[in-house]
Every structure is written in structure tokens, then in C-alpha cells.
């Protein structure tokens, strides 16, 4: 990859315009990872946005580690581990009913 753009905000699913024919043209590897498609919001935690925090847990696992210093670890690959790390939107829907309770 060549171009790797990490956008963890709202309205960022088309940061780099990677569908738009002739921007990227002349083989240029590009990789956009975001935090939510154009039409939503990212989460924040308190503490960074949803998808920066579950990156960096990721990035963080013993695993990964060891793969990234061999050189073994692709871009699908760790975007696969960040998404089966994110909270699932029922836990999400579940907190908020929990507050509403209070």
C-alpha cells in the first residue's frame, strides 16, 4: 500500500474519494479505513473514537505484534480483527436503555 488514510469521524466513509475514476489512476495502492460511512457518526468513547480504540487493541495483541515484525500481518487482515472487536450495536442500543432507566 502506498496510501493508507485513517479517518475515525463522522461522515468520513468516502474520505478519499476511492471511487472516483481517474483520482487514484496510474497503480497507486490506496487504502481508506473510516470510522462510519458518509451518512453516519462515528463513536466516540470518552476517550478517542470507537474505531482508533479498537485499532490500537488490536494492534496491541501478542499476535499481531508478532505478525507485523515478520512482515505477515495485511491490512484486511487486522481490519477483519478491529471489526470483530467492535461492540456490537444491540450492546450500544442495550447501554442507552440502561441510562434512560437511571
Given amino acids: 500500500v502506498r496510501v493508507l488514510m485513517l479517518a475515525d469521524a463522522c461522515h468520513s466513509g468516502n474520505v478519499l474519494d476511492c471511487d472516483t475514476p481517474g483520482i487514484w489512476s496510474g497503480g497507486r495502492k490506496v487504502v481508506a479505513l473510516s470510522g462510519c460511512q458518509d ?4 463513536d466516540d468513547t ?15 495483541r501478542r499476535k499481531i505484534k508478532k505478525m ?3 512482515r505477515m500481518a495485511s491490512i484486511q487482515y487486522v481490519f477483519n480483527r478491529m471489526v470483530e472487536a467492535m461492540p456490537d450495536e444491540e450492546d450500544d442500543e442495550d447501554e442507552d436503555e440502561d441510562e434512560d432507566e437511571s
Fill in 39 to 42: 451518512d453516519q457518526c462515528s
Fill in 46 to 60: 470518552g476517550d478517542g473514537g470507537a474505531m482508533t480504540n479498537v485499532l490500537l487493541q488490536v494492534l496491541g
Fill in 68 to 70: 507485523r515484525k515478520k
